[in-house]
């Protein structure tokens, strides 16, 4: 089976832009969960969808959103990016909604100037 | 205080030697899990345990329900273990795949 794929995996963006990542889970899996790891947070939560809805959101501003489709690919979008967005953005999949081992895709390296 | 804590936060150590990182937690769990992390991102899922032991070639992972401490041991290491390794936890009472990490443990193997 093909790995968790993550596109684009770098990114350079401008202060009040938009960024939309995508993920694309392990075929047969119908959660993904979202991640922001910085230098200075560590890994944080942003947000999981099971089945295409918002199952869990971490404590992050709206300016992070997303959304999941019915093939369980899913993508975040974050709006008027600050310079404390650049990150590393991880996704993970798992079969089901709890108590399933995840599957983390490589991330996208974001970059706001 | 984190919920999840790791020791050390840095593990210098050299080829062959028997490693240790520790991971205590403050929460109710469901699961612990432990990752590695390379340079470069990429996180790799090496054990998920709730309970008593789990061994995969070199690696062990245990955890004690009671105490709320978990412990990754590598044996007879080589430099290619060189890396980050997280400890996360699935807190119980909640639904879904949301994980809580410690804060990480980078450790080098030096040949």
């Known amino acids: 089976k093909a790995g968790v794929t993550q596109t684009p995996r770098y990114l350079i963006k401008t202060r009040g832009q938009q960024v939309t990542l995508s993920c694309s889970p392990i075929s047969g899996h119908r959660s993904v969960s979202w991640y922001q790891q910085t230098p200075g947070q560590g890994l944080q939560f942003l947000f999981e969808y099971f089945s295409e809805t918002q199952r869990n959101k971490g404590n992050f501003p709206g300016r992070f959103s997303g959304r999941q489709f019915s093939n369980s690919r899913s993508e975040m979008n974050v709006s008027t990016l600050e310079l404390g967005d650049s990150a590393l953005y991880l996704c993970?999949?798992?079969?089901?909604?709890?108590?399933?081992?995840?599957?983390f895709g490589p991330g996208t390296r974001l970059t706001v100037t | 205080k984190n919920e999840v804590e790791q020791s050390p936060q840095n593990l210098t150590a050299q080829e062959g030697e028997f490693i240790t990182i520790n991971c205590s937690y403050s929460?109710?769990?469901?699961?612990l899990h432990w990752l590695q992390q390379h340079p470069g991102g990429g996180i790799v899922s090496l054990f998920m345990?709730?309970?008593g032991k789990k061994k995969h070639g070199r690696l062990i992972a245990t955890i004690n329900i009671q105490e709320k401490h978990s412990s990754l041991h590598i044996t007879a290491s080589h430099p290619r273990d060189s890396a980050v390794y997280i400890c996360?936890?699935?807190?119980?009472?909640?639904?879904?795949?949301?994980?809580?990490f410690g804060e990480g443990t980078q450790l080098t193997v030096n040949p």
């Open positions: 345990l709730s309970s």
């Open positions: 929460v109710g769990i469901s699961a």
């Open positions: 993970a999949s798992s079969y089901g909604d709890r108590g399933y081992e995840q599957y």
């Open positions: 996360a936890v699935s807190l119980s009472g909640t639904s879904g795949s949301r994980l809580t």
